[in-house]
């Protein structure tokens, strides 16, 4: 794995934790615009 694609797949779980957390305080609209960026930043993995 090279450096950008390690750098990718840590946006993409940075973006997924964060909407978790944000999700579970009850904040639905930031949770889908998380989720939505990590889809984004996982595009780039392929």
């Known amino acids: 794995m090279d450096l ?3 750098s990718w ?3 993409v ?3 997924l934790i964060a909407a978790l957390l944000v999700a579970i305080n009850g904040y639905t ?3 889908i615009t998380l ?3 990590g889809l ?3 595009v780039n993995l392929t």
Do not use: F, P
């Open 13 to 15: 779980a940075i973006c």
């Open 40 to 42: 984004a930043a996982g």
């Open 4 to 6: 950008a694609r390690g």
């Open 35 to 37: 989720v939505a960026v």
């Open 9 to 11: 797949i840590t946006i």
């Open 29 to 31: 609209g930031y949770a």
